[in-house]
């Protein structure tokens, strides 16, 4: 039996997502788990906070809609190209990432999260914190975190 029955990789569709999908995808296979793939866009900034005399209300409505309609197809891409074979759930969600992460894990019963770990620094990590930070602390179940830069390239 199975601990990990479904597994979460949390992604930003960043060139990096190459190098974690190799170790999400060796997961998900070793547990035969259904593998959920999700991506999370900031909201863009309300409109009211645009100085108006520069930008029409639908301008930030139209780059919303491109910006979902780009994610979309890269989110489409990377499952298609590295866990075609795998039985994989997506969804694109728009939201804070952390909350909207640890919201999906809950709501799909998540057994375990994958997702990379930024390597921000200095002040914006003291005032933000990561997202990853913030998903371990909140999750509903073990988080893996990967740090895509200590990945060591292989040829496959």
């Known amino acids: 039996m199975s601990i990990f029955k479904k597994i979460l990789f949390a992604t930003d569709l ?23 793939v999700i991506s999370v866009v900031e909201r863009p900034p309300d409109p009211s906070v645009v100085y108006h005399d ?7 409505e139209n780059y919303e809609k491109e910006l979902l309609r780009q994610v979309e197809t890269s989110l ?8 075609s074979d795998l039985h994989v759930k997506s969804a694109l969600l728009m939201g804070e990432i952390p909350e909207k992460i640890i ?27 990561s997202n ?8 509903p179940c073990p988080v893996m975190t ?9 040829e496959d």
Do not use: C, W
């Open 103 to 129: 919201n999906y894990a809950k709501d799909n019963s998540i057994d375990l999260v994958i997702m990379g770990s930024a390597t921000k620094s200095g002040i914006a990590e003291k005032i933000f914190g």
């Open 14 to 36: 960043s060139k990096q997502t190459e190098k974690l999908s190799h170790h999400v995808r060796y997961f998900a296979s070793f547990f035969k788990a259904e593998l959920h």
């Open 132 to 139: 990853a930070s913030k998903v371990i602390a909140q999750a």
């Open 146 to 154: 990967i740090n895509p830069l200590k990945i060591k390239d292989t």
């Open 76 to 83: 489409r891409q990377t499952i298609e190209k590295h866990f």
């Open 54 to 60: 520069m930008l029409d209300d639908t301008v930030l």
